[in-house]
């Protein structure tokens, strides 16, 4: 089954204690990028990767940081995160960068930072 | 840069009845637009695209959405609801020049009554 995977699903931890959330996706897809959804602002791109080793900011990438060292995996790593990193987290593949093609969602990672 | 917004925060709606989420762009070039629907608990699943040609669109589950240049709107609209569409829906904006970065809006969450 064609999917996107993110670990874990739901995640309670504490301030600087660093985290990564893992991203893996089977379908061979060469762009993957991060997403956080926080109530009444929709969803906004963190990092995103058009192939490996190869990764961008989007427009909220402070406090993260990623890497693609193989086409599949795409992880995300809070190196110490802060209660303002308390979101909704979402990985999305989809085969190339050019908007013309669907965006795979994983089901979520909840994060919360106390 | 892009934005969208979703004016809606909140629909209420009896299952059979109509219903329509209004969606406003902005963006300097042709727009790739798209609308995706979250179950509670779930990512995000494309309901529908539009990158050009036929200005009203059709997508999964019985869902449409009419592109209107003029008015920078891309409304979604379904004849009758059937109560496994409550769920949150978002409208987005592709920008492929800036990293395939999909604007998101802040989302409209609908409620289906009996």
């Known amino acids: 089954e064609a999917q996107v995977t993110q670990n874990p699903r739901y995640l309670i931890t504490v301030t600087g204690k660093k985290l990564t959330v893992t991203c893996s996706q089977n379908?061979?897809?060469?762009?993957m990028s991060w997403y956080r959804q926080d109530p009444g602002l929709g969803l906004r791109q963190i990092y995103y990767?058009?192939?490996?080793?190869?990764?961008d900011k989007g427009d909220v990438p402070e406090g993260y940081k990623v890497s693609r060292k193989e086409k599949r995996n795409f992880p995300l790593i809070l190196e110490s995160p802060s209660p303002n990193q308390t979101s909704l987290y979402f990985c999305?593949?989809?085969?190339?960068?050019?908007?013309?093609?669907?965006?795979?969602f994983g089901e979520g990672s909840r994060l919360t930072v106390l | 840069a892009q934005s969208v917004t979703q004016p809606d925060i909140h629909i209420t709606v009896s299952e059979g009845a109509s219903l329509e989420l209004r969606c406003n762009y902005s963006?300097?070039?042709?727009?790739?637009l798209f609308w995706y629907v979250q179950s509670p608990g779930q990512g995000l699943q494309l309901l529908l695209k539009y990158f050009s040609g036929d200005t009203l669109v059709q997508g999964i589950k019985g869902f449409e959405a009419e592109f209107k240049r003029s008015q920078s709107s891309f409304n979604l609209r379904k004849p009758s609801v059937h109560w496994s569409d409550a769920a949150e829906y978002f409208c987005a904006v592709g920008a492929w020049a800036a990293g395939n970065k999909l604007t998101f809006g802040g989302g409209t969450r609908v409620l289906v009554k009996p």
């Open positions: 999305a593949s989809s085969w190339d960068h050019s908007n013309t093609g669907e965006l795979f």
């Open positions: 990767s058009m192939n490996v080793e190869v990764t």
């Open positions: 379908m061979n897809h060469e762009y």
């Open positions: 963006y300097g070039a042709t727009p790739y």
